[in-house]
Nanobody, 126 residues
Framework: QVQLVESGGGLVQAGGSLRLSCAAS????????MGWFRQAPGKEREFVAA????????DYADSVKDRFTISRDNAKNAVWLQMNSLKPEDTAVYYC???????????????????WGQGTQVTVSS
C-alpha cells in the first residue's frame, strides 16, 4: 500500500513562490509516473503537472506552464512542485498522485492515478 503525504502549502501573496513536496511510504515510487492535481472550492479537480517514472518527460497544464516545475528524486522517493509567480486563481487544495501502472509516461487523466495524498492548501492573496 502506497501512502503519499503532501506538504509545503500555505498563504502567499500574488507573485510569490511555494514549493510543494510529496513524500511516499510503503512502496517505492521510482517505477510510477507522478502527478499534481488541484481542486478549488466549487470546482472539479484539475490536472496541474505530471512527470514520467524516469523523470525524463514532464507535462503541464497551460495555466501553469512556465510558472510551475515538477521534479522527482526516486532515490528519495519524493516529488516536488515548484510554483513561481503565483496568482490568486492558483488558490486550491493541491494533491499528489501516483499512476496506477508502472513504467508509464505521464498522464493528465486523474482516473489513471491509483494513489492520492490528503492534499495541501495553497492560498494566494491579491
Amino acid at each position: 500500500q502506497v501512502q503519499l503525504v503532501e506538504s509545503g502549502g500555505g498563504l502567499v501573496q500574488a507573485g510569490g513562490s511555494l514549493r510543494l513536496s510529496c513524500a511516499a511510504s510503503g512502496r517505492t515510487l521510482g517505477m510510477y509516473a507522478m502527478g499534481w492535481f488541484r481542486q478549488a472550492p466549487g470546482k472539479e479537480r484539475e490536472f496541474v503537472a505530471a512527470i514520467s517514472w524516469s523523470g525524463w518527460d514532464t507535462d503541464y497544464a497551460d495555466s501553469v506552464k512556465d510558472r510551475f516545475t515538477i521534479s522527482r528524486d526516486n532515490a528519495k522517493n519524493a516529488v516536488w512542485l515548484q510554483m513561481n509567480s503565483l496568482k490568486p486563481e492558483d488558490t486550491a487544495v493541491y494533491y499528489c498522485a501516483g499512476h496506477r501502472d508502472p513504467y508509464t509516461t505521464s498522464a493528465r487523466d486523474s482516473v489513471k492515478y491509483a494513489y492520492w495524498g490528503q492534499g495541501t492548501q495553497v492560498t494566494v492573496s491579491s
